[in-house]
Every structure is written in C-alpha cells, then in structure tokens.
C-alpha cells in the first residue's frame, strides 16, 4: 500500500475510458484515506486482461465487477491478470477473478516468493519476527509487547491478505508478456517491494501525445504522493533481527531506497507520453514527476544526517524525522512502519558511506560520518 494521500481525493467517474483499448476501474479500499485502487482492463486478441485486482472486500468485488461491465466486460471473461506487486490493494481479489474466469495470473518471482511465505508460514512466526526486528531497531518494550501477545496467544493474523493467491506464470523483467495482439513489456523497479514491476504499453498514444507510449506505474510513480520504502519483511532472514553491526551490514537483504531510485530513474528514462498509476489518476510529464521525487529522496536522506550527529537508533531517528503528523499520534502499526522507513534510509546512507554504526551498541545505533 502506498501512505495517506495529501492532496484531496479527485472526484472521477468509476471508470474511465482512455483509448485504445484501456480502461481503469475505481476498485474502493474500505476504511482506507487512499480511497481505491485503479485496476486496469487492457484489450487483447485472446481476451481482456487486469492489471491488479483490488482489495478482497465483498464492495470491491461489486465495483469491481460492474466496472468491468460498464467496459462491456463480464469477469468470467478475464484471460489474465498481470500484478504489479504482492500488497492486497493490488493482489487481493485475485483469486476471486481466476476462480470464475479461470484466467492466469502473472506475477514477479521476487514478490511470488513473498506470496509462497506469507502462505506457508503460521501467523505467530511473522509476529515472532516483527517482535524481533522492532526490538533491534530499539523499539520500547510497550512497543512489542502487543506483537508478542498476538505471537503467545496464536491469534489468527488479521490483516487481510492472510491467503493471497499462488501465482501461476512469472513475470521476466525486460520481455514483452505473452499477449497477443499487444505490446506489453515488463520493466522490474523494486523498492516498494522487492518484486514490484511497471508494464510500459509500448504502442502509440491513443491521442497523439508526445512521449513513447503508456505505462502502467502500480505504486511506483505516483501524481501527488510518495509509496512507502521500509525494509523488505522476510522472517527467514536472520541477519535482521540479529542485534550485532557486522550481521545487519551482511544482510543480503539490499537497499531498498537504492533500488526504488535507480527504479525510479529506469523509468523515467523511458519518458512515457502518459502515465496510468495504480491509486489517483493518469498524469503526464513522467520525468519531471521523476525529478521531483529523486529530489525528495536526497533531501530527506540530507536531513537525516542531520539528525545523526549524535548515535540513534532507528527507532529514536523514527521519532525525530516529519511524519504527516506528529509522533504521538501515529498508531501503533504506523510506527512500525515508519520505523523501517527510517531503517531503509539508514541502510542507504551506511551503503554510501555516511553513516556507521557505532561498535558496541545494544540496540544498534547509528551515526553520520
Ligand atoms: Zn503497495
Ligand atoms: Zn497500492
């Protein structure tokens, strides 16, 4: 998921039409301020075809179904589904559409892997190790407390996206998909998650505008907000949880703010004429859009450094960077997210040298250099 919108919701009609063959459907989140998911049906010879599905919620299934009748669509009909990343506002009805259409879906390896965990995994493991993670990050012990109730009572995990479905083809980052009479390529642009891809429409602009083709930007390059970047979560990993420096720098688990800006500038490389994001609406002018975030990206990472003149540790770096709203009234699962954010942009400025961290810590601190 993407965070909070900051700029009002535009008011747009469930679906809209935009040409050659594409249309977008408003998929509601319930009880979300991002408001919907943009699904988007691509016309093929062999049938239509989704890219993302919404959130498995009974009213998203409405209006996802009557969106794809208003296109002239029944969902029975559905050839394929092409995910842009494993979050249940995109992946979630999934398996609703392929248990009626017995259509396929289509899914990055490094964010089928996460789907693969997420199934095979019981619910006190994940909360095991979310405990473990927060507790090196140097979260308070009222913090996990919470975490490690849920763990010791085996409460069934809540959060939606429990049983995500099993994807049933990869997607190869660089190729065309295997849809005939388009031409779609996938462009691999991990950050928001390891295995997050843009399908770039490689066809001209329906109306002629300037730019090489559309693409379909997922959670990847939004109009008016940022997605969020926090340590990719794999409980197999233990070099995460581990509190020693030398075992959190060995980590394999990348950088993934590196990733999402190298991901970002593959795409504006690209310099799309139009840009069809999975949350708000289409926009224009991707590189610029582009810029504006890279730009956003170095000055938060400078302001960090900031506040690492004296040793934090993520936790305490959490409470001091500008939220949407002051620390004390973030909720409980917000902080654990705004805690990997701020790990993520740790792990970026220990990757180009400016930061450390400090030999001996117990949580691990770290320092600007
Ligand atoms: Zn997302
Ligand atoms: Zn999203």
Known sequence: MAPQATEPQ???????????????????????????????????????????????????????????????????????????????????????????????????????????????????????????????????????APLLRARDEGRPRRLPGLDPAL??????????????????????????????????LEEEHPAGLRGFGRLFSGDHLLPGITPHIGLYEDPDDDTVTDPSPSSRLRSTRGDPIGHYLDSLKRVGRLDPAEVLPAHQHAFTGAPARVRELIAHHEERLTGLLTLLTEPLTPWRLAERMAWNRPWDEIPHGSRSIAVSEAEAHVRRLVKLGRAEAVAGSDPVTYVAV
């Not at 249940?88 to 390896?109: F, Y």
């Not at 995994?121 to 012990?141: H, I, S, V």
């Not at 031409?183 to 691999?188: E, G, K, N």
């Open 10 to 144: 535009v008011s747009e009609p469930p679906v809209i039409e935009h040409g050659g063959g594409v249309w977008s459907v408003k998929v509601p989140i319930p009880d979300n301020p991002l408001g919907f998911t943009l699904v988007h049906l691509l016309a093929t010879d062999a049938g239509p075809v989704l890219i993302d599905t919404g959130w498995d919620d009974p009213t998203s299934w409405s209006a996802l179904t009557a969106g794809l009748g208003t296109c002239g669509v029944a969902v029975e009909d559905v050839h394929g589904v092409v995910i842009t990343h494993h979050h249940p506002d995109h992946h979630g009805l999934s398996a609703k559409v392929r248990e009626v259409s017995g259509a396929w879906i289509a899914m990055h390896e490094a964010d089928a892997s996460v789907v693969r965990r997420t199934r095979s995994q019981p619910p006190e493991r994940w909360y095991g190790y979310m405990a473990a993670k927060l507790t090196a990050a140097g979260a308070p012990a009222e913090h996990v």
């Open 167 to 200: 994807p049933d083809r990869g997607i190869t980052p660089g190729e065309l998909l295997d849809l005939p009479g388009r031409r779609l390529r996938a462009i691999w642009t991990p950050g928001h998650t390891p295995g997050h891809v843009c399908l770039h």
